[in-house]
DNA sequence: GAGGCTACCAAACAAGTGTTTGCTATGGCA
DNA sequence: TGCCATAGCAAACACTTGTTTGGTAGCCTC
C-alpha cells in the first residue's frame, strides 16, 4: 500500500523488454540469427511483430542487446571465481576456466550467442561492435597466462588461443552429466602443465 | 583436332556445375548459408537463379555436395601425410594435425563449411547427414590418439577434444604470415606432450 | 534433316522478411 | 477532470526468398 512505490511495470514495463530478451536468447541460439524472425520473438512472449519495435529499434539492436549480456555473464563469473582463489597462478587459470565452462556449457543461452563462430553468422556491419566486447574478456585470461611459469620455448600467445580454443570447442560435445565444468577445467589445464614447471 | 575428344561441355557441362559449387563455397563461407541465396550463387558465374535447379534439386542438396567435397579435402590430406611419416605416434599425430590446419586454414573456402559451428546454422533435418560424414573423419584422430604413449590418468577422449578445440579455433584467430600450420601443430603437440613421457 | 538431349532463359509464384504507420486502452499525475 | 507518457494492437508496405513452369537455342546421333 506504499503509495511511493515505483509503480512502473503495471501491464509490462521493464519486465516485458526483459521478456523480450530472454526469448530473442533462446531462440538466436536454437536457430540462429537468420533463422529466427521478429514474429517468432514477439509471439513467443505474446506480442504482435510491429509491438516489438517499441522496445528495441530494431532487429540487430536486439541482438546487440543480446551478446551484452551473454558477455556481462562471462565477465562477471570469471571476476567471482578470482576473487576467491590464491595466489597460485596455476590454480587462479583452472579456476577461471572452470568459471567459463561454467557458463559456457550450462550458463543458458545467453552464453551461446558469444561464440566468435556464432557471431559470424551476424550481419558483418556489426562484427566491430560485438568483437570489441569479446576482446576486452579475453584480456582477463592474457593476465593469467602471464603470470604462469611456462617453458622458455613456449609462446604465451600460441597457448592462449589453444586453451581457448579447447574451452571454446567443449560446446560442441558436452553433453550434461558426463563431466562437470571443474572435471574438464582440471583435465584441459592439467594436460596443459608441463610436469617439471 | 582429335575427332575422339569427349565433347561434352561445349557450352558448359560438367564445369558449369563445378563453377556454381566453387561459388556457393566461397559465399557460404563468407556470408553463412542463410545469408547467401540462389540469386547470389546463380549470378557469379552469370546464370540465372532458376537455371540452377537443372544442376542441383535444392539449396541444401547443393550445401551437401559442398560439405561432402569439403570433408573429402580433410581426408584427402590427412591420408597423404600419414603415408609420408614413421612410425613415431608422435611424429605421426604431428603430422596429421599439420594436415588438418593446412586444409582448414589454407585449403579454400570448402574447409570452412565443415566446422561444426558452422553446420549449426544449417537446416536441422541435414545435421544428421553432415555429421556423419565428419564423425567418420576425426576417427582417424582417435586412432592416432590411442597409439600415444600418453599419463595413465589422461582420458584420451578429453585429448581428442582439447587437440581438435585448439586446431579448429586455429579458423577464428589464424592470419596469414606470422606462423605456418606445421608451426601451429608443432607448438599444440608441444604443449601436450610431457616432457618426461 | 528430324528427333532428342543438354543447358539455359524468362517469368512468375507463394511465402516469409524487417519495418512503419496510425490508432487506442491504460494508468499516474496535476 | 484533463493531460500525457506508456505499451501495445492492427494492418499494411516493400522487398527478398526458394522454387516451378514452359519454352528454346544449340549440339549429337541416327
Redesign the interface.
Known amino acids: 500500500m506504499a503509495t511511493t512505490a515505483p509503480k512502473l511495470e503495471a501491464r509490462g514495463g521493464e519486465s516485458r523488454r526483459e521478456a523480450l530478451l530472454d526469448a530473442a536468447a533462446e531462440m538466436f541460439a536454437a536457430k540462429?540469427y537468420?533463422?529466427t524472425s521478429i514474429r517468432d520473438i514477439a509471439g513467443a512472449v505474446g506480442m504482435l511483430p510491429g509491438s516489438l519495435y517499441y522496445h528495441f529499434k530494431s532487429k540487430e539492436d536486439l541482438l546487440i542487446a543480446v551478446y551484452r549480456k551473454g558477455v556481462a555473464r562471462f565477465e562477471a563469473a570469471i571476476d567471482q571465481a578470482l576473487a576467491s582463489t590464491g595466489a597460485d597462478p596455476w590454480q587462479a587459470i583452472e579456476a577461471a576456466c572452470a568459471a567459463h565452462l561454467s557458463i559456457l556449457l550450462d550458463g543458458g543461452d545467453y552464453a551461446r550467442i558469444v561464440?566468435?563462430?556464432?557471431v559470424?553468422?551476424f550481419p558483418?556491419e556489426m562484427l566491430p561492435t560485438l568483437n570489441a566486447e569479446r576482446d576486452r574478456y579475453e584480456r582477463h585470461f592474457e593476465k593469467l597466462i602471464a603470470a604462469l611459469p611456462l617453458a622458455a620455448?613456449?609462446?604465451r600467445w600460441?597457448?592462449k588461443?589453444?586453451?581457448?580454443?579447447?574451452?571454446?570447442?567443449?560446446?560442441?560435445?558436452y553433453r550434461k552429466g558426463r563431466?562437470t565444468p571443474q572435471d574438464?577445467a582440471a583435465?584441459?589445464i592439467?594436460?596443459?602443465r608441463?610436469?617439471?614447471a
Open positions: 540462429g537468420d533463422g561464440n566468435p563462430e556464432f559470424r553468422s558483418a620455448e613456449t609462446d600460441l597457448f588461443v589453444a586453451l581457448f580454443g579447447s574451452l571454446n570447442w567443449s560446446q560442441t560435445w563431466y574438464i583435465a584441459f592439467g594436460m596443459l608441463k610436469q617439471d
